[in-house]
């Protein structure tokens, strides 16, 4: 069996390793996991990863979850160009040395948009005003940091996600709008319209309030989710 | 002087880590078990240059997780650097001095000639790469390093944010006359204890350390982030033998005398906290504080 990427596009980690195994035209089979089923939640997918999380790698018996982790495996197996994840010692950590603060301030900060204006409402939960309000100014503060700090630097992450929602996040941002097209541009229009088409379609669906209820059993993990919201 | 110069031995290198030529990867960085390191100035060409360099320096707070784990990485492997002191709870990491180090305000940092670097995770790989350290800290087998960074990912999530919390609940907050509401305390011991649920059987297993059988970089960050806890009392290895007779081993490896230096100010702290000889925080920082405090999930 070749390498299996278990993922789901509405997961930012699971776009990150999609679009770059892709864009590097490494062969592999895509099993879908839908989180809003719970999917990743079940006994199935327990035996691919008991961390219960995506993005999963599977390449034969070995198992990686970890989207960083997977990103490096990949950028070596199959010799990347070099510019994804440089050789030279401090471009690399330069690479990693912008992971460590967006796991600090992009990773938790970026997705809660999703969830307080679409998966909270869908299960008839609410979001705090006060929440939501933090998120918005923690929203702020890491784009101007992102803009101000790390950009020229090469970041292979991206936060589509707050777009999706309607958050007009590039605008009075033109250094970051541009660093956006400069992305992809050289992702490519067709792989970018393709890996962002679920989370887009997602909100749409609840806009035209056609987006499927999540099974009951999964509420909880939701609730659970919403209250990590700080 | 806000920051203090704390002179250690010289650590003055003399030498320009020259840039590897594009298209050459020096085999100190392939995937290859048992590859030899190589300086990259080797292979630039150019000529040793003995510049009159300041030596590295590493910008700390031994109160914080990250600056233990790379303080401890530097002095068990003996690398040699200049420890710059900057005081969290003074906000010295807030304070004009420091924003030319590094504009993200943010410990650690490391300065090594021009080079500056945050996130102690870009400085654990900078320092085992330029010192050439044992390979099971990070190891050159691609697999086995992937691991490393897989535990360091769900480490990002669970354990980073969740394990500091308790210092500020216990220590902090009070200090400043705020209150960080039961509710979040409760919830806030919940995630510890699934996550050292989590690192007990889906990392640690049976095996003698996080992600194999030797210590990794991985330990290192663990090990400092479940010492945030330790230090306010939380009997957090109790219940839990394989965890604490791995973190005997961790300690073991790395050495008692560095374990309690490293220590040290975190176990202090909170000693001073309980006897109330504690000092204030300067008030200009409290408004810092207090964001912090309200990012309390």
Request: charged share 20%; with cysteine; net charge positive.
């Amino acid at each position: 069996m070749g390498l299996e990427l278990y993922l789901d596009l509405i997961s930012q980690p699971s776009r990150a390793v999609y679009v770059f195994a892709k864009k590097n035209g490494i062969p592999f089979e895509l099993r879908n996991v839908e989180l809003l089923k719970g999917q990743h939640l079940t006994k199935e997918f327990f035996l691919v990863n008991s961390l219960q999380r995506v993005p999963t790698l599977k390449d034969g018996d070995f198992l990686l979850s970890e989207s960083v982790a997977i990103l490096i495996y990949l950028s070596f197996k199959y010799k990347t160009a070099d510019h994804w994840y440089p050789s030279d010692l401090q471009a690399r950590v330069r690479i990693h040395e912008y992971l460590g603060w967006h796991a600090d301030r992009i990773r938790g900060t970026f997705g809660v948009s999703l969830w307080t204006q679409v998966l909270a409402p869908l299960i008839g939960a609410q979001v705090p005003e006060e929440k939501v309000k933090r998120n918005r100014t923690n929203i702020d503060k890491a784009l101007q940091h992102l803009e101000d700090k790390f950009l020229g630097h090469k970041a292979f992450l991206t936060s589509q996600q707050v777009v999706a929602v309607g958050c007009p996040l590039f605008e009075g941002r033109p250094r970051l709008s541009a660093w956006r097209e400069r992305v992809e541009a050289f992702l490519g229009t067709d792989l970018c319209q393709e890996a962002h088409g679920p989370i887009f379609h997602i909100v749409e669906q609840a806009a035209n309030k056609t987006l499927p209820d999540p099974s009951p059993e999964f509420y909880p993990n939701m609730l659970l989710r919403i209250f990590r919201i700080p | 002087m806000l920051v203090q110069l704390n002179q250690t031995a010289a650590g003055r290198t003399g030498l320009r880590l020259a840039k590897v030529r594009e298209g050459c990867t020096p085999h100190w960085l392939t995937p290859q078990r048992g590859g030899a390191l190589l300086l990259p100035l080797l292979l630039s060409g150019s000529a040793v240059i003995a510049a009159p360099a300041m030596g590295l320096e590493l910008y700390l707070d031994l109160l914080s997780q990250p600056s233990r784990a790379v303080y401890i990485f530097a002095k068990k492997n003996g690398i040699p650097f200049e420890l710059r002191n900057v005081e969290l709870l003074k906000g010295q990491h807030l304070s004009k001095e420091f924003f030319p180090v590094n504009s993200l305000q943010r410990v650690p940092t490391l300065k090594d000639g021009d080079f500056v670097l945050s996130e102690s995770v870009a400085i654990l790989i900078y320092l085992s790469f330029k010192y050439q350290t044992a390979d099971h800290w990070y190891p050159s087998d691609l697999q086995a390093r992937v691991r490393i960074h897989e535990y360091l990912g769900w480490h990002a999530d669970r354990i980073r944010g969740t394990f500091g919390v308790s210092l500020w609940t216990q220590v902090l907050a009070p200090l400043i006359g705020a209150q960080v509401p039961e509710e979040k305390v409760k919830r806030n011991r919940t995630n510890i204890d699934k996550a050292l649920q989590h690192l007990e059987d889906k990392f640690l297993g049976h095996k003698a350390f996080l992600t194999s059988q030797q210590v990794t970089l991985a330990d290192l960050m663990a090990l400092e982030e479940l010492m945030q806890v330790v230090a306010v009392g939380y009997p957090l290895f109790e219940g839990r033998p394989r965890l604490a007779a791995w973190r005997e081993r961790v300690e073991a490896f790395l050495g008692t005398d560095l374990c309690q230096e490293a220590h040290g100010p975190i176990f202090h702290i909170v000693e001073q906290a309980a006897n109330k000889t504690l000092p204030q925080p300067s008030p200009d920082f409290y408004p810092n504080m207090l964001l912090r405090i309200s990012m309390i999930p």
